[in-house]
């Protein structure tokens, strides 16, 4: 049973206009949700994160916003440009232990920004 | 500004045999974490450490051990190797949880099992 799902596979999108990757998780106990990016052959890279208590946060051509009551999250790229073109893994935290809080990914959906 | 460094790269193993995965880390994180990742799956915890000395099991522990004698330090063994563990394996690091949480990965050891 996946908690966190990114149900598009694959993605593309032309050079200059908006990429959307989308994220529903269905564990109201996450609280803390992260994007990470990933080229072929490197470890995931973190991009932008935003907590439950926020609706949205922006970081330059990148935004993330959260809809709490659809357990929705989604990762705005504009404009996006080629170098964009990667594996980006949605993650959804939740605390588990007084040390630990869960960390589950998503399947990731592939980007590619076509020139 | 290494971050985390991951040991070996890539490896190639016939079942049965063993091997360790080294994972280590100059940020003097605290949490460190091993993954795997398999085709449409994501990336699935195997074991994780909050500290110097302590381990835990992820959700995909069976079939691997894990060592944190040292903060910078995570092992990663396979004792008796299935084909099932052919996979790609990734170690992170982050010094702690919410905000802290953001976990920093190595690049990565392709491991296949023959």
């Known amino acids: 049973d996946q908690q966190v799902k990114q149900n598009s596979p694959s993605l593309s999108v032309q050079e200059g206009r908006i990429s959307i990757l989308n994220c529903d998780y269905t564990n109201s106990m996450f609280d803390y949700f992260l994007w990470y990016k990933k080229y072929p052959a490197e470890g995931p890279t973190f991009l932008i994160s935003?907590?439950?208590?926020?609706d949205k946060n922006e970081d330059g051509r990148f935004t993330v916003f959260l809809n709490k009551s659809a357990k929705h999250l989604s990762l705005h790229i504009v404009p996006s440009q080629p170098g964009d073109s990667a594996v980006y893994f949605c993650a959804a935290s939740a605390r588990v232990k007084t040390s630990y809080d869960k960390v589950i990914f998503g399947p990731g959906t592939s980007l590619s920004v076509i020139p | 500004n290494a971050g985390v460094t991951q040991t070996p790269k890539f490896r190639v193993l016939k079942t049965g045999q063993s091997m360790t995965l080294l994972c280590a880390q100059d940020?003097?994180?605290?949490?460190m974490y091993w993954y795997r990742q398999d085709p449409g799956m994501g990336l699935r915890l195997i074991h994780y450490s909050v500290g110097e000395g302590t381990t835990a099991k992820g959700e995909v522990p069976d079939g691997y051990n894990v060592s944190r004698l040292k903060k910078q330090n995570f092992l990663l063994g396979l004792e008796s190797a299935a084909p099932s563990q052919t996979s790609v394996y990734f170690c992170?690091?982050?010094?702690?949880?919410?905000?802290?949480?953001?976990?920093?990965f190595g690049a990565g050891t392709r491991l296949s099992v023959l």
């Open positions: 940020m003097n994180h605290e949490y």
């Open positions: 935003i907590s439950s208590i926020k």
């Open positions: 992170a690091s982050s010094y702690g949880r919410g905000a802290l949480a953001i976990q920093y």
